[in-house]
């Protein structure tokens, strides 16, 4: 399982071209040439998927029922917009116009990466988003980690 991490200040080129990071790319490996699938977030952001996550992910939706009508519309809407992009020689990838229209993305970025993903959001978005903390940042943590979740021994 991939675990990355980390959050990174970028600015697109003029030509909305993203040069990814090198402690990012290490932690996928170092190399060149990453595949990675861009799509749509669940916020007003994007998200950058690894290949072999995007396979994995992919292959989890590829059961829903497209014949249930809540399954479809998620499908369509997940899969709407979504690009295959490779970092090139200089380890920058391509961000097209209408995913960056959809998460506001003008020229400063955040590159939030974790666990298997790495989100991408306007960097003022970001920022407002993470500077309103929950008031009970305890509260939530029990929630999550509380003594009837599987997860309370981490």
């Known amino acids: 399982m ?12 003029p030509k909305s071209r ?7 790319l290490k932690q996928l490996g170092g190399g060149s040439n990453h595949t990675f699938f861009l799509n749509r977030g669940f916020d007003k952001n994007l998200v950058l998927y690894p290949e072999k996550v995007w396979k994995e992910i ?20 997940f899969f709407r ?19 960056l229209d959809y998460a506001d993305i003008k020229s400063d970025v955040i590159l939030f990466a974790f666990i298997d993903k790495i989100e991408i959001w306007d960097k003022d978005a970001y920022d407002g988003q993470m500077n309103e903390s929950p008031e009970d940042f305890a509260r939530l943590a029990d929630d999550i980690f509380g003594a009837e979740n599987p997860l309370k021994h981490l």
């Open 2 to 13: 991939t675990n990355l991490f980390g959050e990174y200040d970028c600015r697109l080129d």
């Open 58 to 77: 992919t292959s989890k939706i590829g059961e829903l029922s497209y014949y249930n009508t809540t399954q479809r519309n998620f499908l369509r809407y």
């Open 81 to 99: 917009g979504v690009k295959e992009v490779q970092t090139d020689g200089a380890e920058r990838i391509l961000l097209s116009r209408n995913l």
């Open 18 to 24: 993203l040069k990814m990071p090198a402690p990012l």
